[in-house]
């Protein structure tokens, strides 16, 4: 009986797992998908850096990327073997709750959007990320200041567009590579064209330096053919980023005393005059009249007063100006 008994026993703890095996843990957090193609707020939009635009045509604002709003990350899974089956339940009763409130709010918001395109069925989201056949106006037209700033056109033109644009800015640099040319040609004499500065700096930190040394090309009369230079080469100022942008900051000085080099520009007055850092204030009051005007991110264009964000399509600046003229009569 007593071999029997033991014989037992010696069964009974092969059947027992490992005291190891029995302690759970939680599996790690799973980080939720930001959305592809997520941006600043592209109501805005640069938009990220180097991204194609979204919503506004491409805007670049100084938040640079970030999740959209609510976004948070996807829960994981909690293990509950082991557990008391309390707090399972528990658990499974609020998923299931949570899921069925999702589920109604869903169902709630289709029928928003089937009233509001009209019955359509489309998605009204998706009129939120097309470019605008035409100018947007976002408020109602303001008198901005050109104040003392580079221009392209006659003082009396019917029409003047004010761009508040950023060096680094890819979608800046788009509007001037696609956009700047087609309109100074079709529009000549009856568009004055006025470029004021709006640096970035919290995620472009070379771009005030370029706006800086933009201005004294502008002492030498040649701002505009520099100014073409800093966009046709923007990406150097990209690949001289440094993790610390201090130490790299003389690296990027070279680069643009180099030019005013190419330019054949007096490099000894265009140095001392970068190196004296003389125009960070008229840049400073460049980003002041911007922020008072309304400007959120870069590029932003003033035409007669009304606010177009973005780099949109050529269509837009086409129809704003064609609107602009006829309502100053040229």
């Known amino acids: 009986m007593e071999e029997s008994k033991e014989q037992q026993l010696q069964d009974e703890s092969r059947d027992q797992p490992p005291a190891e095996s029995q302690e759970t843990t939680a599996s790690e957090p799973t980080e939720g998908t930001v959305p592809e193609g997520t941006q600043e707020p592209p109501a805005v939009g640069e938009l990220a850096a180097g991204g194609e635009p979204a919503g506004l045509g491409g805007l670049e604002t100084p938040q640079g990327e970030e999740l959209p709003d609510g976004a948070v990350p996807v829960p994981a899974a909690v293990a509950s073997r082991g557990r008391s089956p309390v707090p399972v339940a528990v658990a499974a009763a609020v998923v299931g709750f949570a899921a069925v409130g999702i589920f109604v709010l869903g169902m709630f918001t289709h029928a ?5 395109d009209g019955g359509s069925g489309q998605p009204a989201a998706a009129a939120l990320v097309q470019p605008t056949a035409g100018p947007q106006p976002t408020q109602a037209p303001v008198d901005v200041s050109v104040d003392d700033d580079p221009a392209r056109g006659p003082e009396d033109a019917p029409v003047t567009v004010i761009e508040f644009s950023d060096f680094q800015c890819p979608f800046c640099a788009r509007f001037h590579a696609q956009t700047l040319g087609q309109l100074t040609q079709d529009y000549g004499d009856r568009i004055r064209f006025v470029y004021r500065d709006f640096p970035l700096t919290n995620i472009h930190p070379y771009a005030l330096k370029a706006a800086e040394a933009a201005e004294c090309a502008d002492e030498q009369g040649a701002f505009w053919n520099y100014h073409d230079l ?15 942008p201090v ?43 911007g922020i008072a005007a309304g400007v959120q991110g870069t ?5 007669n007063g009304s606010i177009v964000r973005g780099a949109q399509p050529y269509a837009a600046f086409q129809g704003a100006i064609e609107a602009a003229l006829e309502d100053a009569g040229g």
Do not use: H, R, W
Not at 268 to 288: M, P
């Open 230 to 244: 800093l966009f046709q080469n923007q990406q150097t100022l990209t690949d001289l980023l440094d993790p610390d």
């Open 112 to 116: 928003m959007v089937e009233s509001d």
């Open 299 to 303: 590029p932003s264009f003033f035409i």
């Open 247 to 289: 130490a790299g900051l003389p690296k990027v000085v070279d680069s643009l005393k180099g030019y005013a080099t190419q330019l054949e520009l007096d490099a000894a007055a265009f140095n001392q005059c970068l190196d004296s850092n003389k125009y960070v204030s008229e840049i400073q009051k460049d980003v002041d009249d």
